[in-house]
């Protein structure tokens, strides 16, 4: 079956620093999310993307964050500068695709990125 | 606003025994309504889905859930557990807008007794 990857499975980084989470869509789809899931909470909606663009946005997704789609494969998360309560799982989905509409897809998870911030 | 209610965060069950897990959702219409499981350390595996029609809606790993329109719920139950089973179950919904964006509950954690 085919699956959504990411890498790194975990990270370690120092506050003020740079982290770029990185996730492989499923192939043939057209719709790409990020969600996160601080320790111990809900799992929340980032970001969504489609179309090279972002989609929509919660209001966790400040200008700290950006998306990228580089190539016609990948789909990375920037964190600008970390701060410590960015610490969490944070999971990249896939949906939708050709012909499908843009709502009622099954959203597909990948197994998700641990963040740690010290 | 949409928001999705799972009102029990624990639950411990013995092995055989059967399981039912509640998810309430408030939301103007009828959303599309799923079930994750999240196992230790794991992603988040899609359970099942409910998108209209039949109302009782199969699952895999012998997982069902029944949607209950006046009641606003979408209740998971098990008739026997394993303990492979012992996970977090997530009730999620998407409210028919364009994008496809989840609301999660707070997930109910399961333990499972041998």
Not at chain 1, 47 to 72: A, H, L, M, T, W
Request: aromatic residues 14%; glycine residues 10%; charged residues 20%.
């Amino acid at each position: 079956e085919p699956e959504v990857t990411q890498t790194p499975s975990h990270q370690v980084t120092q506050m003020g620093q740079e982290v770029i989470l990185r996730c492989v869509p499923i192939s043939n789809h057209l719709y790409f999310y990020w969600y996160r899931q601080i320790l111990g909470q809900k799992v929340e909606f980032l970001v969504s993307f489609y179309n090279n663009e972002i989609s929509e946005k919660s209001e966790i997704f400040d200008d700290q964050f950006s998306v990228e789609r580089p190539d016609g494969s990948n789909f990375t998360l920037k964190i600008r500068s970390t701060k410590l309560e960015d610490s969490a799982m944070y999971f990249c989905a896939s949906s939708g695709g050709p012909g499908q509409a843009s709502s009622g897809n099954t959203i597909y998870f990948g197994e998700g990125s641990w963040l740690t911030v010290v | 606003a949409q928001s999705v209610t799972q009102p029990d965060i624990h639950i411990t069950v013995s092995e055989g025994a059967s399981l039912e897990l509640r998810c309430n959702y408030s939301y103007g219409a009828t959303p599309y309504l799923f079930w994750y499981v999240q196992s230790p350390g794991q992603g988040l595996q899609l359970l099942l889905k409910y998108f209209s029609g039949d109302t009782l809606v199969q699952g895999i790993k012998g997982f069902e859930a029944e949607f209950k329109r006046s009641q606003s719920s979408f209740n998971l139950r098990k008739p026997s557990v394993h303990w492979s089973d012992a996970a977090e179950y997530f009730c999620a919904v998407d409210g028919r807008a364009a994008g496809n964006k989840l609301t999660f509950g707070g997930g109910t954690r399961v333990l499972v007794k041998p």
